[in-house]
C-alpha cells in the first residue's frame, strides 16, 4: 500500500464511515477456526464478536450468466454475493459468519486487502427466504 498522507487518510476514513452511516446493518460476526479432526478438518464456532456497524454491498448481479442461483442436487438454489464493508477499525476474518434475520447464514469467504481506512470482506449468502 502506498503511503499516504494524514489529510488524504483522515478524508478516506471520513467518506467511508459516511457511506456505511447511510444504509448499515448491525452484524454480530461469529469467529470460526479450522481445527485438525484427526481424518481431516472441521470448523469450531469462536465467541461472537461485539455487534459492528457494517454495510452490505450486493454484488449478486456483477457475476455470472445468470446471477443469482446455483445449481443444487435438487434444482436451484439462490446464491447471493457481497462485499461486507467496515471501517478501517473493523474486526472480521474469514470464515466469520452470522445468521441474518431471515435466518439465512452469510459467510465471509476472503478478505480483501487492508488498505488503512476501511476493511472490507467478500461474503456469500446461500439459501431462499421463507
Request: aromatic content about 8%; hydrophobic content about 35%.
Amino acid at each position: 500500500m502506498a503511503t499516504m498522507i494524514p489529510a488524504e487518510l483522515a478524508s478516506h476514513r471520513a467518506n467511508t464511515r459516511a457511506f456505511i452511516a447511510a444504509n448499515f446493518t448491525m452484524i454480530e460476526l461469529i469467529p470460526r477456526t479450522r481445527v485438525s479432526s484427526g481424518t481431516g478438518a472441521r470448523f469450531e464456532d469462536g465467541t461472537p464478536r461485539p455487534p459492528q456497524k457494517l454495510r452490505l454491498i450486493d454484488q449478486t448481479r456483477t457475476f455470472g450468466p445468470e446471477p443469482g442461483t446455483v445449481l443444487a442436487s435438487d434444482g436451484r438454489q439462490r446464491k447471493a454475493e457481497y462485499q461486507l464493508l467496515g471501517e478501517h477499525d473493523a474486526v472480521m476474518g474469514k470464515y466469520d459468519y452470522w445468521v441474518d434475520e431471515a435466518g439465512i447464514r452469510c459467510e465471509i469467504i476472503d478478505i480483501v486487502h487492508d488498505n488503512g481506512y476501511e476493511k472490507r470482506a467478500q461474503v456469500i449468502r446461500y439459501g431462499e427466504e421463507g
